[in-house]
């Protein structure tokens, strides 16, 4: 279970014709805010509305045609299934299942049957959704897509981490969503390898410690029974393997609250006209409120998603 900086950039070489290079902008007002130089990397550019499409592709392309014409399965809270049929799309996957807990936001929903996939809405979490996923690929031998306990999709996600030290050519932190953990543990064997002295900092929220604890424990947390929250895609379980990636690489983990994530939803808003989910806001959340100690000079955050609806930008806003 290992993932090199030699993977990361096989893995960019591989999905370089299918993604796009999202910006990282410097955000005046929240610098002066923060008493920060801050960054913005924003996938919520990326191709599918977040960073996902990096892993699924990284995933699909390290299979053989053989494999990927058995059929591709997924399960998602939303982003990744998003993320695996724009992969299955761009490959010309034909056959794909993508399992998706009933509480996933509307918005991801609606643009998923944009796609030729077959959908499958299923429970109320994310660890119900991938059961049935499981089951459904036990049965008919297709290839179960991880969306982050699996070692080519973490190098497709440090894609990520790739950009941002190619763009800035010196920086002191970088922020980053931690769910199951493959974003955060992608970036940092990116970063850590060409700026061995930035820190990797990851966000959880509070509803759901389960990496923060991860590290406490010494073992991954995966299924995590977490607590209702509005960050659904960070919801859950800490994989065995960005845990077995990152655990000397990440230096810390913050907590945020949803109260704290709905605050910086409004103000990535007003600052720099971001629009962004609550799983992609978390790092925002962290630096506004001063989470994560002894912060200073130049700092990173990933704004991993923007994949929200109307409905509950409204609840968040009020």
């Known amino acids: 279970m290992g993932v090199a900086l030699a993977d990361v950039q096989a893995a960019r ?12 902008v410097r955000s005046p007002l929240l610098s002066r805010q923060c008493r920060l130089d801050l960054w913005l990397k924003l996938e919520t550019l990326q191709h599918t509305g977040s960073f996902k ?19 591709i399965v997924a399960a998602s809270a939303g982003n990744h299934a998003l993320g695996v049929a724009y992969a299955c799309s761009a490959l010309g996957v034909r056959e794909a299942d993508l399992f998706v807990q009933a509480n996933a936001s509307p918005a991801k929903l609606a643009k998923l049957r944009e796609y030729p996939v077959r959908l499958h809405v299923v429970g109320r979490s994310y660890e119900e959704a991938q059961q049935a996923a499981l089951a459904h690929a036990g049965e008919t031998g297709a290839i179960f897509a991880s969306a982050y306990d699996d070692e080519a999709v973490v190098a ?29 543990a992608g970036i ?3 970063v ?21 604890l991860s590290f406490q424990r010494g073992e991954a947390l995966d299924p995590y029974d977490h607590e209702p929250t509005l960050a659904h895609g960070l919801a859950g379980g800490y994989g065995r393997i960005p ?15 949803e109260e704290e994530m709905r605050q910086a939803t409004a103000s990535l808003i007003d600052s720099d006209q971001v629009l962004a989910e609550a799983s992609g806001i978390v790092g925002v959340a962290a630096v506004l409120t001063r989470k994560v100690r002894d912060l200073a000079g130049r700092v990173v955050v990933v704004v991993s ?4 609806d109307t409905a509950t930008l409204r609840e968040v806003l009020a």
């Not at 850590?192 to 923060?212: M, Q, W, Y």
């Not at 998603?305 to 929200?308: F, L």
């Open 13 to 24: 070489e591989r999905i370089a014709p299918h993604v796009r290079r999202t910006p990282l």
């Open 53 to 71: 499409p990096r892993g699924a592709l990284s995933k699909l392309l390290s299979l053989t045609p053989e494999e990927r014409a058995r059929g």
């Open 156 to 184: 497709g996600q440090g894609t990520c981490g790739l950009e941002i030290v190619e763009d800035l050519d010196a920086f002191d932190a970088v922020v980053v969503p931690v769910g199951g953990g493959a974003l955060s």
């Open 188 to 190: 940092a064997v990116a």
């Open 192 to 212: 850590k390898a060409l700026r061995p002295g930035v820190r990797v900092i990851g966000v959880n929220t509070a509803a759901s410690p389960s990496a923060l």
């Open 243 to 257: 845990f077995a990636v990152a655990r000397t690489l990440i230096d810390e983990i913050v907590l945020v609250s």
């Open 305 to 308: 998603g923007g994949n929200v």
